[in-house]
């Protein structure tokens, strides 16, 4: 399956995410079923009701750890692999993409911690070099987990944002948009389960759709400050070319 990569405009990273989607919607699915899913109906039941319990506050400490400190960073690390692989033309299983996700565990915790206290002394700093470091660090994720754990994700990212706040916010809006509009609807469905679980379910749709749409915008970035385009055509040409014996293919 062909996509295109080169510089995309918004509405192009939108389709190039919603065909990720479609075309592997299976396997990538398979990714967040596995802890995200399950993990987010068993928080909303634990946590949903009896809110007056003195036990509720330390309920949903636990759960948010547990969130913070592996099942986020698994799963978005998993989802990073497997779109790449797919956006690039490679094939990846859904246990693959959650084995090799498996090292970049610890130091997305340690970034995000980094970020988080990058962005939250921006903000006390008069607000915009907050929301300025935002878009500025937008693709340190991609930049870990596509390129590996000596790519100085931060600086990269910084690289790769010059010329795209612009893009980055209307994204990020949209996916916002969409989410609470889903989220709106499950809720007004009958039955608390029933709401629970559906709840959850178009929760992984639209963090599969977020991490698509990420990584589709994060390679767009490189074709427009590094020429990536022509890399992965020269690639391709290297591979289809008489005589030539197919490229191998670097690891994460």
Not at 2 to 16: A, F, M, P, R, T
Not at 99 to 111: E, T, Y
Not at 131 to 139: D, E, M, N
Not at 203 to 216: C, D, E, K, N, W
Request: glycine share 10%; aromatic share 12%; hydrophobic share 55%.
């Amino acid at each position: 399956m062909q996509y295109e990569i080169q510089k995309l405009s918004l509405g192009g990273i939108l389709d190039q995410a919603i065909k990720l989607l479609q075309n592997h919607f299976k396997a990538l699915f398979g990714i967040v079923l596995v802890l995200y899913v399950p993990y987010a109906v068993i928080q909303s039941l634990a946590t949903g009701s009896g809110k007056a319990h003195p036990a509720f506050g330390v309920m949903t400490f636990v759960f948010g750890l547990i969130l913070v400190l592996f099942v986020w960073p698994l799963t978005n690390a998993a989802m990073i692999l497997a779109i790449s692989e797919f956006y690039l033309g490679r094939s990846i299983t859904a246990g693959a993409a959650l084995k090799r996700a498996l090292k970049f565990v610890r130091p997305l915790i340690v970034l995000s911690i980094l970020y988080g206290l990058a962005v939250l002394g921006g903000l006390i700093c008069l607000v915009i070099p907050g929301i300025y470091l935002i878009f500025r660090l937008y693709f340190y994720t991609q930049v870990l987990v596509i390129e590996g754990k000596d790519a100085r994700p931060f600086a990269r990212s910084g690289v790769l944002m010059k010329g795209n706040f612009g893009t980055a916010f209307i994204l990020g809006f949209l996916i916002w948009i969409i989410t609470m509009a889903l989220s709106f609807v499950v809720g007004a469905l009958p039955g608390a389960i029933l709401s629970t679980v559906a709840g959850a379910l178009v929760s992984g749709v639209m963090v599969l759709f977020g991490a698509a749409a990420g990584v589709v915008f994060y390679f767009s970035a490189r074709c427009q400050h590094e020429n990536f385009d022509l890399e992965v055509l020269a690639d391709s040409i290297g591979r289809t070319a008489p005589g030539n014996e197919p490229l191998p293919t670097s690891e994460a």
